[in-house]
Every structure is written in C-alpha cells, then in structure tokens.
C-alpha cells in the first residue's frame, strides 16, 4: 500500500518532468502530436478490448470454462488503454509494455499464483423450505377511506 502510495505522488512529478526534458529536444508541437496520438490510441483500443473480451468471456462461458484469465486479461490491456489517455512518457512505457502478450501473461500468471481463494464452509442442516412473500401493497388512496354499512333513513 505505502508503494501504491508513494508511486501516485512521486508519478506525476516524474511525468511533467519528463515532457519537459523531451518537449525542449524534440519540441514542443512533436510532444503535444504525441500525446495526442496517445490519447487517441487509447480511446480505441478501450474500446475495442471491451468488446473482445466480452465475446472471449461468452466463448469461455459456453465451453464451460471459468474465465478468470480471459477477464483479467482484458482488465490489464483496459488499464493500459486507460495509462495511454493518460498524457505522460511514463505511463505510455507501462501502457506499452502491458500490450505485449508474453509480459502480461508472465504478470498475470504471477498475480493468479499470488492471490489466494477464500472458501466457506457451512456444516449444519438445510431444510427445503419456501420463503414467505410479504403481502402485495396497494397504492395510497387520495383522502380518507372509512369502512362500514350504509343504511337509508327517509322514507321516500
């Protein structure tokens, strides 16, 4: 958490820092076309992932896979569409090098092994039951309803 942290205090400071060096050696419109190219790339690459790993997920569903890879994946290139908007030297390095296949497998397979799964377990009995639906409620009436009998009194 403290590198988390630090990385998003200290990042900025290395991004302008950065568009300034590279903006004074190759310009200032080279930089500026750049970043703008950046954004763009990143724009339509989130989205088109979206779509790709929606289809891929359904494949992998309808084999009856659990499409844990197919979804992490897709959030790992959707970040680095995300750090390719992001105007600065540095992300677009890590955006790059998140798009290479065999570097994010490599990172996800390490962060698959890291994690670990939280199971529950329940010993008891279970009785088949059926749950109570609460009475369907009836709109509010406008003004005030009294319930009783009616009874005429004239005589006509």
């Known amino acids: 958490m403290r590198f988390f942290l630090m ?5 900025p400071v290395i991004e302008i ?20 190219l950046a954004a ?6 989130i989205r088109y992932l ?9 494949q992998q569903l309808r084999r009856g896979e ?3 890879q197919a979804v992490v994946g897709g959030m790992m290139m959707g970040v680095a569409g ?3 908007i992001i105007p600065g030297f540095v992300s677009d390095c890590i955006a790059v090098l998140l798009l290479i296949p ?12 890291n994690m670990r799964v939280k199971t529950a377990r329940y010993q008891g009995n279970v009785y ?13 009436k406008i003004g005030r309803t009294l319930e009783g009998e009616f009874r005429r009194d004239d005589k006509r």
Do not use: H, K, Q, Y
């Open 7 to 11: 990385m998003l205090l200290i990042l």
């Open 66 to 68: 659990v499409p844990a």
């Open 82 to 84: 995300v750090l390719l």
């Open 40 to 45: 763009i790339i990143g724009i339509n690459l």
């Open 102 to 113: 065999p570097l994010r497998r490599g990172l996800l397979n390490r962060w698959l092994r």
């Open 128 to 140: 088949d039951v059926e749950a109570e639906t609460p009475p369907p409620t009836e709109p509010e």
């Open 50 to 58: 979206g779509v790709a790993t929606m289809f891929s997920v359904n």
């Open 17 to 36: 820092w950065l568009l300034i060096v590279i903006g004074d050696e190759i310009g200032v419109l080279p930089t500026i076309a750049w970043l703008i």
